[in-house]
């Protein structure tokens, strides 16, 4: 069983920068795409971001396309998102996702989840 810690959240300025990692406790990680998804207040959760087990392929959101970047270091069984030029709409809270996925971006897809950690942008 994959458990999965987040942590980087934060409150930042727009226009700033955040590095969210996402710290696994498994001994097949590497085997496992990595997907990020966030949820905002009173929103549905949504993807942001994924890569796959062996970093060949990422996928991202339209709302984060060239703000944002997945990678992923399966040495230290973490996953990495960069996050730039944040906006106030980037408020939420953000979460990592770990399976056998076949498709990326599909929550559904994925066994098992983080707890989260906070974003908040300010304006």
């Known amino acids: 069983q994959v458990q999965l810690v987040e942590s980087g959240g934060g409150l930042v300025q727009a226009g700033n920068s955040l590095t969210l990692s996402c710290l696994a406790d498994a001994r097949r990680f590497s085997r496992f795409g990595v997907g990020w998804f966030r949820q905002a207040p009173k929103k549905e959760r949504e993807f942001v971001a994924a890569?796959?087990?062996?970093?060949?392929?990422?996928v991202y959101s339209d709302p984060v396309k060239g703000r944002f970047t997945v990678s992923r270091d399966n040495s230290k069984d973490m996953v990495s998102l960069q996050m730039n030029n944040l906006k106030p709409e980037d408020t939420a809270v953000y979460y990592c996702?770990?399976?056998?996925?076949?498709?990326?971006?599909?929550?559904?897809?994925?066994?098992?989840w983080g707890r989260g950690t906070q974003v908040t942008v300010s304006s």
């Open positions: 890569v796959s087990w062996l970093a060949g392929i990422t």
């Open positions: 996702a770990a399976g056998a996925v076949q498709f990326l971006d599909r929550s559904d897809e994925y066994t098992t």
